[in-house]
């Protein structure tokens, strides 16, 4: 946080929450966070809350930054899936973006509806969705990184 502030900045972009929407649906998710990021709580929408209403309010303090708030992308774009994850998933996605939403009016922050734009696209080009999360998919040519990794 200090390096975002020390620089002074006219606006700030967060996006945040993605691995907090995985570990709330995944134990599996959670268990690996807990050990890499060491987090101290079970994810949850009051504790997400919590920390991005901490986050903004320093950057309100220490800086004259307007500040936006992406809402999280759709996590897979099967938004009607039967698939029980998948669902607990897009559940989840919508409830942390509420929260966004609700904490961008509370703190007079921009909203950025990224989720929403995401989900017209996606609904305005249907065709096979994504929607393996224990398997690495690549559809199309691998395109070679230019640091010769990926």
Request: charged share 25%; glycine share 4%.
């Amino acid at each position: 946080m200090k390096d975002v502030t020390d620089c002074h900045p006219d606006i700030v972009i967060i996006h945040l929450g993605g691995n907090d929407v995985l570990t709330s649906a995944s134990k599996k998710m959670l268990w690996f966070l807990r050990r890499w990021k060491h987090i101290p709580a079970d994810p949850s929408p009051a504790w997400y809350r919590e920390n991005m209403l901490a986050i903004i309010r320093r950057i309100k303090t220490d800086t004259k930054a307007r500040i936006a708030i992406y809402s999280l992308q759709p996590i897979g774009e099967d938004q009607v899936s039967s698939n029980p994850f998948q669902a607990e998933i897009n559940r989840l996605t919508v409830e942390y973006n509420a929260v966004i939403r609700q904490i961008a009016l509370e703190e007079n922050a921009y909203y950025i509806p990224f989720y929403e734009r995401m989900q017209e696209q996606i609904q305005a080009f249907p065709g096979k969705t994504f929607t393996a999360f224990n398997t690495w998919e690549c559809r199309g040519p691998r395109i070679p990184h230019p640091e010769g990794w990926g």
